[in-house]
């Protein structure tokens, strides 16, 4: 899709010894330059021209992917492409590391990339941190960019507004409350139409936090926590009825996610709908247990409630004399999504 909405030419230029590259991934760029005429696929030996490391900024042996039309340039390392990582088994067998090839993303890598030198849009989201948030997984960060979304941290203790060009916030796992002026700048933000993504996350294994000031731009937003957490009877990972399988709502957000594909989030903090939000709010629900969910109480540790419980929702409200502002909330219960 990708290759055959391409309208600017795309130099792919491979800079390793001739005969050295591996024949998968020779293999692989040749019928990937086949997609599309505008892709132009050649080589260059940095044995035979040793200034060429310096000329396309490649620190080792890897695939330089140039535009000339937008004058921008990115590269990719063939340990990239061909991903290793530790055999667990080997290691567990014998306490020795051992490195194994884990998976081929050429495609992935290369189609980022192409993405990336033609386009004239630049995507940014913000993290905000100093709160005890859980740091992003490597597989997470590495969807980011190759989607070509730029993360950057945001801390609002130091910093007097949001970026103009935050296009999310993510308030990931969040442990410690935010301030008063965080609490301010963050619905001065929403109101503007911004769009805050948050993930609830226990502060221990057996007791969950109160967080009051993010709790007030919750409940702003239509949402409610509780400190209970989220146990599904049905669809659970192994024995354990608080890693849930969540239910995937038929909804345009989950349109790229294979219904087939699990998805698994564990140590849920349950959330629900307020009952006295204001009519203006829209609620799109994406994640739910099955009907066999339950919350379970820390304090009388027992379970306090049966039926579907949510997981995930979308808040949305449209204002603005044109209604032309939107502003809209994501809420995940549990960072491990």
């Known amino acids: 899709e990708v290759a055959g909405n391409l309208q600017e030419d795309v130099d792919i230029i491979v800079v390793a010894e001739t005969g050295s590259v ?40 890897g695939i330089v992917v ?17 991903v290793t990582g530790v055999n667990n088994s080997y290691y567990q067998q014998t306490g020795q590391y051992m490195q194994e090839e884990k998976s081929f993303d050429g495609e992935g890598q ?19 941190t100093q709160h005890g948030e859980a740091s992003l997984a490597e597989n ?30 993510l308030i990931n796992g969040a442990t410690s409350d935010i301030t008063e002026d965080e609490e301010n700048l963050l619905l001065d933000y ?3 139409g911004g769009t805050l ?15 009051p000031r993010l709790e007030t731009v919750l409940n702003e937003y239509g949402i ?25 709502n038929d909804t345009e957000i989950l ?6 594909t699990p998805l698994l989030m564990q140590l849920n903090q349950a959330f629900t709908h307020r009952e006295d939000a204001r009519s203006s709010l829209t609620y799109t629900d994406l994640l739910t247990t099955s009907e066999s969910g339950f919350t379970y109480s820390v304090d009388s540790e027992e379970k306090s409630e049966d039926g579907t419980q949510l997981l995930g929702t979308m808040v949305t409200e449209t204002t603005g004399t044109s209604g032309d502002v939107k502003s809209t909330l994501f809420v995940f219960g549990s960072a491990s999504l």
């Open 22 to 61: 591996d024949e998968r991934i020779t293999n692989f760029l040749n019928n990937y330059a086949d997609l599309s005429e505008h892709l132009h696929l050649s080589e260059v030996d940095p044995v035979l021209h040793p200034d060429v490391m310096t000329k396309y900024d490649i620190t080792s042996d």
């Open 66 to 82: 140039r535009c000339e039309a937008t004058d921008k340039s990115t590269s990719i390392l063939f340990s990239d492409i061909i």
């Open 110 to 128: 290369l189609t980022s990339a192409v993405d990336y030198v033609t386009s004239t849009e630049t995507h940014k989201m913000y993290r905000l």
């Open 140 to 169: 997470l960060t590495t969807s980011l960019t190759k989607s070509n979304i730029t993360v950057e941290d945001l801390d609002l203790m130091s910093e007097s507004s949001i970026p103009e060009d935050c296009e999310v916030l």
């Open 190 to 192: 929403m109101k503007a």
């Open 197 to 211: 993504m948050v993930t609830l996350a226990p502060s221990g294994s057996t007791k969950l936090q109160e967080l």
């Open 224 to 248: 409610e926590t509780s400190l209970n957490f989220v146990g599904d009877e049905s669809r659970y990972y192994q024995k354990s009825l608080y890693s849930i399988l969540p239910v995937q």
């Open 255 to 260: 349109k790229n996610v294979a219904s087939d």
